[in-house]
């Protein structure tokens, strides 16, 4: 079955630290897979996808077929990135029904 | 602006009253979703629909139903709300061929 994994609930780190927010999935298929972020206050919305390769907010994500994972990376973390983060996979190919399967998510808190 | 909308934002009710929560997108989308967020489980689908008339269950549809009469709108109904349905609801909706969804702000309801 499809599933997606965050290990953290609540990851803590100081202003200028590394950050590294981990994403394990499940699928047996060829995924695509997303980070959607949520800033206090605000709605949920699109941070990053795999197929990009694009670095948004100084976070990167690289998907690792190997160890099927996609852990968001920011060498200098900012206390505007403290949010929740939620790992996203969806299945590609013909009859993509534009479902999300979540993780359970991960609070960043970054502290001055 | 584009954005998805959500009504009420805020609603408590009782056991076996039934009610509505309207979702509207005005970007012209054919895919929309139902989630729910809980501490610990991330979001899960509860409905999603294709298109106008096309509409199927997510991975949570119990006590739930949906319609999709018209493209823009696609109300959430619960016809005998129970205390585990208090939860924080988000709608999304997606163009096809697109990949990102675009979310609304969430409604939070609580049954009592």
């Known amino acids: 079955a499809q599933r997606v994994t965050q290990p953290e609930k609540l990851l803590s780190v100081f202003k200028g630290a590394p950050v590294e927010l981990k994403c394990n999935y499940s699928y047996s298929g060829s995924p695509e897979l997303f980070w959607y972020v949520q800033y206090s206050r605000q709605r949920l919305q699109l941070l990053l996808r795999?197929?990009s390769r694009e670095s948004i907010k100084g976070f990167t994500a690289d998907l690792n077929k190997g160890e099927t994972s996609f852990h968001l990376k920011k060498p200098f973390a900012q206390e505007e990135d403290s949010a929740m983060y939620y790992c996203a996979l969806n299945e590609l190919g013909s009859g993509n029904t534009g479902k999300l399967i979540f993780g359970q998510g991960t609070t960043l808190q970054v502290k001055p | 602006e584009a954005q998805v909308t959500q009504n009420p934002r805020y609603l408590i009710t009782v056991t076996g009253k039934k009610l509505t929560v309207t979702c509207s997108q005005n970007m012209n989308h054919e895919y929309m979703s139902w989630y729910r967020q809980d501490p610990g489980l991330g979001l899960r689908q509860i409905y999603y629909s294709m298109n106008v008339e096309v509409t199927d269950k997510g991975d949570v549809p119990e006590g739930y139903k949906v319609s999709r009469k018209e493209k823009r709108n696609f109300p959430l109904i619960l016809e005998s709300p129970s205390p585990n349905q208090t939860s924080l609801y988000f709608c999304?909706?997606?163009?096809?061929?697109?990949?990102?969804?675009?979310f609304g702000p969430g409604t939070r309801l609580t049954v009592t």
């Open positions: 795999h197929i």
């Open positions: 999304a909706s997606r163009a096809r061929g697109a990949y990102e969804q675009y």
